[in-house]
């Protein structure tokens, strides 16, 4: 929740390739205050079962960047590993992005949802609301 001196954050993951939300995935939260500032790990989540991630950790005051980091790599050998149990001679390495990571600016006292559409040879993200 965004308070008058903080911003906050969500997201949510929709898997393009099959119309689903993307469960299942690890996101990591980093924040910096001020372009030339170092980033602070803030800790992480997974999205549930409907592609959002509702429990990210608190950015911190001061906060003009955020970084969010999404492991879509261990998501997609996942779906591949589950694909294969009914075609085994499907191959491949699962996803062409192993990682996506989405840097953006924040402003205190506003909220920030930043959905990723996620496919294994792409993706797009954007301010939600």
Request: aromatic residues 8%; proline residues 7%.
């Amino acid at each position: 929740m965004s308070t008058q001196t903080t911003a906050s954050v969500s997201t949510h993951i929709l898997d393009t390739s099959v119309g689903r939300p993307a469960g299942g995935v690890a996101i990591s939260l980093g924040a910096r205050s001020g372009p030339a500032a170092e980033w602070t790990a803030l800790g992480g989540s997974a999205t549930d079962a409907d592609g959002r991630c509702k429990d990210l950790p608190a950015l911190p005051e001061g906060t003009t960047h955020v970084r969010l980091d999404f492991d879509t790599e261990t998501y997609f050998s996942k779906k591949q590993a589950e694909a294969q149990q009914d075609a085994p001679r499907v191959r491949d390495s699962g996803a062409f992005f192993p990682e996506v990571a989405i840097t953006f600016a924040v402003v205190p006292g506003e909220h920030f949802h930043v959905p990723l559409l996620l496919n294994p040879f792409g993706y797009s993200v954007y301010r939600g609301s």
